[in-house]
């Protein structure tokens, strides 16, 4: 699953320089929605699109539509790693958006997690292998807001759409983001019909790093613990890395690897993962 998660940034850098950020997005969404309501109605399950569309709705601008769409700009600026390595500050957001929004309790592992974060994040873009520029900056706010919108889609999702069937929550969300970035996707479409491989790249992120990753991930979710489906935001910005060094032949330098390091860190301190568990 988090070696799925972490083709995205690859697909996405293959895919946005040449449809936009924007149309990489909705096409991203489309054919992942298609395909999950697809599967919802071949299985005989209800939509659940009636009583609860004001939520998917919501879930489905925060949670795919903007952070996609973010992620796919800051791809035409930064590699496919900066970006797999920003995503993994999203536990961050999530513990904060869940004190806002569910009353849960912030500790110093969460402050902690913060500091550590901004330390990894400002080592990557200012030490980095790409020179720091107007856009490598933007891309890397970008990818900030992403995770920042995670955070919120998560706690919102926890306080609004809790219980209901997964597959069905899936595809609605996919479905609204893509009726949300459409407009905007049409103003932003290509002048020339995109080359063969920018076309593949889609397919793998509507297919493979949407449609089955979140498949999978709902089905992992009954089977095993929240802290090994965690460990997938430390797995996903590695793959994002190899992916990225193996197909497109992005450098990884020791800046790469300390601002993956510390990043991680923060999120296992936010997460409370392995020896930040006992010392809670």
Same mark, same amino acid.
């Not at 299985?43 to 795919?64: C, I």
């Not at 919120?152 to 595809?171: I, Q, S, V």
């Given at each position: ?8 940034? $690859?697909f996405?850098?293959?895919?946005? *320089?040449?449809?936009g +950020? ?10 992942? #929605?298609a ?13 659940l699109? #009636?009583h609860? @569309?004001?939520? =998917? !709705? ?13 992620? +796919? =700009?800051?791809?035409?600026h ?13 536990p961050? @957001? ?8 569910l %009353?849960?309790? !912030?500790?110093w592992?969460? =402050?902690?997690?913060?500091?550590? %974060? ?5 080592? $990557?873009?200012q030490l %980095? ?26 706690a ?12 069905a ?5 996919m479905l609204?983001?893509? +009726?949300?970035? $459409?407009?905007?996707?049409?103003l ?10 920018? @076309?593949?790249?889609?397919?793998g ?28 935001? =430390?797995?996903? *910005?590695?793959? #994002?890395?190899?992916?990225?060094w193996?197909?497109?032949g ?5 800046a790469?690897?300390?601002g993956?390091? $510390? ?16 010392? +809670?």
């Amino acid at each position: 699953m988090a070696a799925l998660f972490g083709a995205s940034f $690859l697909f996405m850098r293959i895919a946005a *320089p040449h449809f936009g +950020a924007l149309p990489t997005a909705e096409l991203r969404v489309l054919i992942a #929605g298609a395909v999950l309501a697809a599967f919802v109605l071949a299985t005989g399950r209800p939509m659940l699109t #009636g009583h609860h @569309w004001r939520a =998917f !709705l919501v879930v489905g601008a925060f949670n795919t539509g903007i952070p996609y769409a973010l992620f +796919a =700009f800051a791809a035409i600026h930064i590699p496919a790693g900066y970006s797999a390595i920003l995503n993994s500050l999203m536990p961050i @957001w999530a513990a904060a958006f869940a004190a806002a929004m569910l %009353g849960e309790r !912030l500790d110093w592992r969460v =402050f902690s997690g913060v500091a550590t %974060g901004i330390a990894g994040v400002t080592l $990557l873009v200012q030490l %980095g292998p790409v020179p720091v520029t107007p856009g490598v900056v933007q891309a890397a706010l970008a990818c900030l807001l992403a995770t920042a919108c995670y955070g919120y889609a998560g706690a919102y999702t926890k306080k609004r759409l809790a219980g209901l069937p997964a597959p069905a929550a899936a595809a609605n969300t996919m479905l609204f983001a893509a +009726a949300l970035l $459409l407009p905007a996707a049409w103003l932003e479409r290509p002048a020339h019909m995109p080359p063969a491989g920018a @076309w593949l790249a889609i397919g793998g992120l509507g297919l493979l790093c949407s449609a089955l990753a979140y498949f999978l991930y709902y089905q992992l979710i009954a089977r095993i613990s929240a802290t090994q489906i965690a460990s997938v935001t =430390f797995l996903l *910005p590695a793959f #994002g890395i190899f992916w990225g060094w193996l197909f497109l032949g992005e450098p990884v330098t020791l800046a790469t690897l300390g601002g993956f390091l $510390l990043v991680a860190l923060a999120a296992a301190l936010v997460l409370g993962i392995g020896p930040f568990r006992r010392l +809670a």
